[in-house]
């Protein structure tokens, strides 16, 4: 099988600090993949290198399988959330704002594009702020409401910068079931700070500090976790 994305040697360095060094990594369209790694290893470094957002030496490779036309077929869900919170706008039009990039700016929604994001939202259990403005929602249903725009537009990647941050423990279990459902139509690669609680969800884990070490399991030995990533349970 023919890997999605292909990094070969990537090194990222900011100045004279190395964030990543000689990293190889294939992902291919199945997977599910886990990144752990100690603060500061480089576990955001290395998806915004996937995302082409930070210069890099080495080659970071994308099939043509992730285009349509000029659109990437790729979703994000970042560690920060970058809207300003006092913007005048619901939540509903924030999970369709993740159609932009393939309907334009000016376009108008369409009442199945508004279908379509309240089964997301009704997925995620926050149908009913639907219409609330985001200023006025819980840190916890923003991150729901920020998953629903990154997947609306059906990537065939999606990249999740630790997505459990401000949810409760409920609906993080939930959250990797809606994964492992989403994973069936996508790949997943999710940063993940919960070296101790990784889901059955997952395929694959990947240990990062500096550099990189993938296991083809969902499961890492103490030895694993302190050799590769210096992480002590």
Do not use: W
Not at 193 to 207: Q, W
């Amino acid at each position: 099988m023919e890997s999605i994305v292909s990094l070969s040697n990537v090194t990222v360095r900011y100045d004279d600090y190395v964030a990543i060094d000689s990293v190889n990594l294939e992902i291919f369209a199945d997977d599910f993949i886990c990144i752990i790694g100690p603060n500061g290893g480089g576990k955001t470094t290395l998806i915004k290198a996937i995302l082409g957002t930070l210069p890099h030496s080495g080659e970071v490779r994308l099939s043509p399988t992730l285009f349509n036309g000029n659109k990437r077929l790729i979703g994000y869900l970042p560690q920060h959330s970058t809207f300003d919170r006092n913007f005048p706008i619901s939540v509903l039009e924030v999970v369709m704002s993740g159609l932009q990039s393939e309907r334009g700016f000016a376009t108008r929604y369409s009442r199945a594009d508004r279908t379509k994001a309240m089964q997301l939202l009704d997925k995620m259990g926050i149908s009913a702020i639907s219409e609330r403005q985001i200023g006025e929602i819980s840190g916890g249903q923003m991150q729901r409401t920020l998953l629903c725009r990154a997947v609306i537009s059906e990537p065939k990647l999606l990249i999740l910068d630790e997505p459990t941050n401000f949810i409760d423990k409920q609906f993080e279990n939930e959250l990797y079931n809606i994964l492992q459902q989403l994973n069936k139509q996508m790949a997943i690669v999710m940063v993940s700070h919960e070296v101790n609680n990784i889901s059955p969800a997952v395929k694959s884990i990947v240990c990062i500090n500096r550099t990189l070490h993938r296991h083809n399991t969902n499961t890492l030995s103490h030895s694993e976790l302190r050799e590769y990533c210096s992480v002590n349970r």
